[in-house]
């Protein structure tokens, strides 16, 4: 199927409550993806405290694209292609680092400055024609079109199409605010490195795992139900150790979820964890409610710590987890390939030990040596290749579905309805041609 010249093909393949498998599978719809939909829509490229000095660069992808995001001289942070206008070098393959007031490309010297403009060239008279003048090589290093560093985290997006920042994510940005907050003086930092966990599936399988609420109690019976297994027979004497503390809550039953309720805004974003989630239960940090209470008055820091929100989902590939600081970002490499990065952020002024428990849950949770995460990876992969079954060619989202459901809701906890408003908005996205 060439779903780039069908329109009416590409559209058919999103029902209501149900998407054909040439969503997960299908190499044409990949890059159509990664042309149009990760053009259209706002990528989170990275937090502005990873390069918190004037010349410090991160090396990322926005979809297939190499992209950097730099600290100008101003203190503003830039995302610029990492390609060379001359003859299309990468111009740095470092992931992360600090290039002074210039980048400089290694193969022929040009060089230009940490917002893209270009600075010198090597023997400049040779560039002295018309041609050169007015063409885009001497421009520098191009820009990506919009930039928007929202309290330190930086979205990007390539397109003119598509929403501004502020319509795009409207009010799921409160899951921002409400992490960045947890923080006395409102500021996180990226501490403790990053995991990086290669999936052998489809990008999206991830994305709508993070509100799949009805699988942590089956599938992950075998790992966090031996944790809490093993600590039962240990006689549970206190403390609680932080291992058991962050797996019992997997193993809730079906009704913990339906009562912890999903939340869902237009343009694909939505989140878990509305009235409580499996956060809600950790043992409290001495000293960080005062701290919380000193930076904000006693009704705001409780109204803070109060929200517990699971899994926010910023459509199309960013996952946010608010109450324990740390975001999972889902990339895609192919049809059938992902690269999930999890970044651990400490609240500034906080007590070290809420950084520790991130940490800690980042181990148990989101590492390749994870035994949560292998149970996950081994349904996704399964998944990507059950899809080749020729039986039944469809995906099924029927969870709790109404004919003509509003994009914007709260609802039962085990709906399917965040998954197919992520649908609706690919949808949406993939309809616009570049
Ligand atoms: S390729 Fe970069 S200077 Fe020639
Ligand atoms: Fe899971």
Not at 41 to 67: L, M, N
Not at 154 to 177: H, Q, R, T
Not at 326 to 346: C, I
Not at 393 to 407: K, M, T
Request: proline share 6%.
């Amino acid at each position: 199927m060439n779903y780039r010249d069908d329109p009416a093909a590409l559209g058919a393949l999103v029902r209501d409550a149900e998407v054909h498998r040439d969503v997960y599978t299908d190499p044409g719809v990949f890059t159509l993806e990664m042309e149009r939909l990760f053009a259209h829509t706002w990528i989170y490229v990275g937090h502005d405290s990873q390069v918190p000095k004037v010349g410090d660069y991160f090396g990322t992808t926005i979809g297939a694209q190499p992209v950097l995001m730099v600290r100008h001289d101003d203190e503003t942070v830039h995302v610029l292609y990492n390609r060379c206008p001359h003859k299309g070098t990468r111009i740095t393959t470092e992931t992360c680092g600090n290039t002074g007031r210039f980048f400089r490309c290694p193969y022929h010297a040009w060089s230009f400055r940490t917002d893209g403009s270009p600075a010198a060239l090597p023997l400049p008279s040779g560039y002295q024609n018309e041609a050169f003048v007015v063409s885009q090589a001497a421009q520098g290093l191009t820009p990506v079109r919009h930039v928007q560093n929202y309290r330190g985290f930086v979205f990007a997006k390539m397109s003119d199409a598509g929403p501004g920042f502020a319509d795009y994510f409207g009010d799921s940005l409160s899951s921002i605010d409400n992490m960045v907050d947890r923080s006395p003086a409102g500021r996180l930092e990226v501490a403790g490195g990053v995991l990086r966990y290669m999936h052998n599936c489809n990008w999206k399988m991830l994305v709508e795992n993070q509100t799949d609420t009805c699988h942590p109690m089956v599938a992950h019976m075998s790992s966090a139900g031996t944790a809490i297994d093993l600590w039962k027979q240990a006689g549970e004497q206190n403390p609680k150790p932080m291992a058991v503390e962050i797996y019992a809550p997997f193993m809730s039953p079906y009704e913990f979820y339906e009562k912890m309720g999903i939340r869902t805004w237009d343009n694909g974003h939505g989140h878990t964890g509305v009235h409580h989630s499996i956060h809600s239960n950790y043992s409290a940090v001495p000293g960080y409610f005062d701290q919380m209470v000193a930076a904000y008055g006693e009704a705001r820091a409780k109204a803070i710590l109060d929200e517990n929100r699971h899994n926010t989902i910023y459509f199309p590939n960013l996952m946010v987890k608010g109450p324990i600081q740390l975001l999972r970002l889902f990339k895609p490499l192919a049809v059938d390939r992902t690269l999930v990065e999890s970044w651990t952020f400490r609240l500034v002024d906080a007590p070290d030990f809420l950084l520790e428990r991130t940490l800690v849950y980042n181990r148990l949770i989101n590492a390749p040596t994870s035994v949560v995460g292998h149970d996950d990876v081994e349904m996704y992969e399964r998944a990507q290749e059950g899809l080749k079954a020729n039986g039944n060619q469809w995906v099924s989202l029927h969870r709790l579905f109404e004919p003509g459901e509003a994009a914007v809701s709260v609802d039962n906890g085990t709906t399917e309805r965040q998954m197919r408003n992520q649908y609706r908005a690919w949808a949406r996205y993939m309809a616009v041609a570049p």
